[in-house]
């Protein structure tokens, strides 16, 4: 019964799309540092939400941060301090798009190396075929005739 | 493609193997992606996630060039292709995306780069697509157009339109660069400009709901024509379990739409709203929507109807078997 109940829990909270997260008082009042507080939310994520930034979310915490990445910006960080600040403080965790490091090396790897992969097998797929393939005999007399007799007849308007 | 007949890189065969690379590895991509942050977990204890800008920054270079090769890998023959020769075929077309995507720009007063090469990336695919119909018809002469083109197979006609569906995705998923977003704590009689939109509240107006209290904010949007809709967006409270929710106010302006969100903390006498302007944003969904239908449409192509019956009849000989 319990497990049910939490369970509509989330139901509920998945449904009450929470549309309303940046509020306004929240923003800072120069709109090119407000730009960037913006484009950095939308990198970090709320640690207590399903996968969603901090921009997106209305969690309490996500709030916490919004207030936090502005507090950075207006003290002078720039974008990658504020991220390594996070970081520091939050772990890897924070990062919607995780840093290239040993950790990450097959998630951003694999997809480019299965492209090169691919393309190699294609190159080799049409160079096999072209050089099994045998040169085209050309049409001798008989079979030119007959060709030509064959488009004649379907050119002309029935 | 089993034929193992002399077939080049640059052909139909040659579109069709890059299509299908493209797709494979983007939906590796999304895989990876997925599953990453679970395993790495499970194997390291390591926890990271993987979020939109991974997915954006892996799909995007992926489907770019698969794009911009539609419209010459549907035109190219079989076996043996002829690029220049295809890419002479639509170049009307070609050169009308680049005008329309130019006077777009113009239009915006500039804008984002990337946005605008991406509508003009769209144009040329839904009207590079678009436009065989219209050659294939054509072909011959004006005389006799219309007949051809009511004969077209619809399996041709169903891949054009689909592939129209996904420039017509590409334009609506570019323009949302172009949305307007305002954040306001507004007064009733107050407004709040949202790119060409006045958006002004009215009035802040408490109702009772069957099982729930809500507060609806009602709003009047203008633009320089005069009036062109209202919205009353509201919060409202649960009774039974205290649960905050939103209920968002959407305005249909034709492709374009306006939606307008209260926040929980609006009070009787002042509301904090968030509102975007989304410019052809059904774009995005009509494009899919087109290529669903073209699915559908191509499954009645005339091999798929008349195949099989076709191949009894031209057996009148065959001698029944008696059944024992």
């Known amino acids: ?158 | 493609m089993e034929s193992g007949a002399l077939f080049h890189p640059i052909s139909r065969e040659g579109g069709l193997v890059l299509n299908n690379l493209f797709l494979s590895v983007a939906a590796l991509a999304v895989l990876i992606g997925t599953l990453y942050p679970l395993l790495l977990e499970a194997l390291t204890g390591a926890k990271i996630s993987v979020g939109p800008p991974f997915f954006n920054l892996t799909a995007v270079p992926l489907m770019v060039p698969l794009f911009l090769a539609i419209p010459f890998g549907q035109r190219l023959a079989w076996k043996r292709g002829d690029l220049y020769g295809v890419a002479q075929r639509f170049w009307v077309a070609s050169a009308l995306a680049l005008f329309i995507g130019a006077v777009v720009a113009y239009l915006a007063g500039g804008g984002p780069v990337l946005a605008l090469l991406g509508i003009t990336l769209g144009l040329f695919l839904t009207l590079g697509s678009l436009d065989e119909i219209r050659e294939r018809a054509m072909r011959g002469g004006r005389e006799g157009a219309l007949r051809r083109l009511v004969g077209l197979p619809r399996s041709f006609i169903a891949m054009a339109l689909a592939h129209a569906g996904a420039g017509i995705m590409v334009i609506g998923i570019s323009a949302t660069a172009f949305e307007k977003e305002q954040l306001a704590t507004l007064q009733p009689g107050q407004s709040v400009r949202l790119g060409q939109y006045l958006v002004q509240l009215r009035k802040i107006e408490p109702y009772a709901g069957p099982n729930y209290n809500a507060t609806a904010a009602h709003f009047i949007i203008r633009d320089h024509t005069g009036v062109v809709g209202e919205l009353a967006p509201a919060k409202r409270v649960y009774i039974g379990r205290q649960m905050p929710t939103s209920e968002v106010g959407r305005l249909n302006l034709g492709l374009s739409e306006i939606y307008l969100a209260i926040g929980e903390t609006s009070t009787g006498d002042r509301v904090d709203l968030r509102a975007y302007w989304k410019p052809y944003v059904l774009l995005i969904w009509l494009g899919p929507l087109l290529m669903t239908l073209a699915g559908l449409l191509s499954l009645t192509d005339r091999r798929y109807r008349v195949g099989a019956p076709q191949r009894a009849k031209r057996q009148p000989n065959a001698v029944p078997e008696p059944a024992e």
Not at chain 1, 77 to 96: A, C, K, M, N, P
């Open chain 1, 1 to 158: 019964m319990k497990g049910l109940r939490g369970f509509l829990l989330v139901l509920a909270v998945m449904i009450a799309a929470p549309v309303f997260a940046v509020q306004p008082a929240e923003r800072l009042a120069d709109p090119a540092l407000e730009q960037r507080a913006r484009a950095l939310g939308h990198e970090l994520r709320c640690l207590v939400c399903q996968n969603q930034s901090i921009d997106d979310s209305d969690a309490a915490l996500a709030r916490d941060l919004r207030l936090l990445v502005r507090e950075r910006i207006k003290a002078g960080d720039s974008d990658r301090q504020v991220l390594d600040f996070l970081v520091t403080r939050y772990g890897e965790f924070i990062l919607l798009r995780p840093r290239v490091s040993m950790q990450t090396a097959l998630l951003w790897g694999l997809p480019i190396v299965a492209l090169g992969l691919g393309g190699l097998a294609a190159r080799a797929l049409f160079r096999r075929r072209e050089e099994e393939a045998e040169p085209e005999a050309p049409l001798d007399a008989d079979e030119a005739k007959a060709l030509a007799a064959i488009l004649g007849e379907r050119d002309k308007p029935s």
